[in-house]
């Protein structure tokens, strides 16, 4: 078990959208044939560089086309093999083997792929694996709960990882934390009058979490009192 936060709501976008711009951590997937326009080249390129990372998990079929495109996203760089000592193996569990094998396709062994910039893995290629398999309800594959936990433990440990190269700070010196008694006093309403209404904001997106927790989306950053 971990502390991650799940959106039990599925979220896709397409490149260069909001929220693709919204989201530092990008999972893609599928079967067939990928091809980018010229824009998504330049969009996917420059987000990644910024900051974001790309899990590519191929389903069947997509290593071609996938492999050709990344080319164009970055014709200077190439695709390493992850060895079993990298941190993605051993973020939150610790995965000695690498890369488990989810769903048979070619009697091939599952290979992790990446690709780095500053040192810092912005792409990870998942192949031969189909840990999307494992991720999905267990009646779409009916594979055992010993696989489908393989496929959970190493998706945690890509988030895991990723949290860790995504900061990139040094912590060495860091004091440790001291727990000190809550302010005191009495939460009151707010004493200024309010304020001029200047503009009414529509907003761009409203959802839900689960749990009566509703998401709305302004569309933009602002600043002042809102109602």
């Not at 060495?172 to 008694?181: A, D, G, H, T």
């Given at each position: 078990?971990?502390n ?5 709501m599925?979220q896709?976008?397409?490149i260069?959208e ?5 989201s530092p951590y ?27 990372f790309l ?5 069947y079929?997509l ?5 050709r495109e990344?080319?164009r996203?970055f014709?200077n760089?190439?695709?390493v093999?992850i060895p079993?000592?990298h941190e993605?193996?051993?973020s939150?569990?610790?995965m000695p083997?690498g890369?488990p ?9 599952p ?5 780095f910039?500053?040192?810092?893995m912005i792409i990870l290629?998942?192949?031969e694996s189909?840990?999307?398999d ?14 489908r936990?393989e496929?959970?433990k190493?998706?945690?440990n890509?988030?895991f990882?990723q949290?860790?190269n995504?900061?990139n700070f ?5 004091k ?7 302010p005191?006093?009495v ?5 200024f009058p309010?304020v001029q ?7 761009k997106?409203i959802y ?9 989306d302004?569309?933009?950053n ?6």
């Amino acid at each position: 078990y971990t502390n991650i936060t799940v959106n039990k709501m599925e979220q896709r976008s397409k490149i260069g959208e909001d929220l693709f711009y919204r989201s530092p951590y990008l999972y893609m997937t599928g079967h067939g044939n990928v091809k980018f326009t010229d824009d998504n080249v330049f969009t996917l390129r420059t987000h990644l560089l910024a900051g974001a990372f790309l899990h590519a998990d191929d389903n069947y079929g997509l290593n071609q086309s996938f492999i050709r495109e990344m080319k164009r996203v970055f014709p200077n760089k190439d695709f390493v093999e992850i060895p079993h000592y990298h941190e993605v193996f051993h973020s939150y569990y610790d995965m000695p083997n690498g890369l488990p094998k989810i769903h048979e396709h070619n009697g091939l062994p599952p290979k992790a792929l990446g690709i780095f910039h500053e040192s810092n893995m912005i792409i990870l290629y998942t192949y031969e694996s189909d840990l999307g398999d494992g991720w999905e309800d267990e009646s779409v594959h009916n594979n055992p709960w010993e696989v489908r936990q393989e496929s959970l433990k190493m998706g945690v440990n890509i988030i895991f990882g990723q949290k860790v190269n995504s900061i990139n700070f040094d912590d060495v010196n860091w004091k440790n934390v001291q727990i000190s008694e809550p302010p005191g006093g009495v939460l009151k309403k707010s004493f200024f009058p309010p304020v001029q209404i200047i503009k009414k904001i529509v907003p761009k997106e409203i959802y839900s979490t689960g749990n009566n927790i509703w998401i709305v989306d302004m569309g933009k950053n602002f600043t002042g009192t809102y109602k």
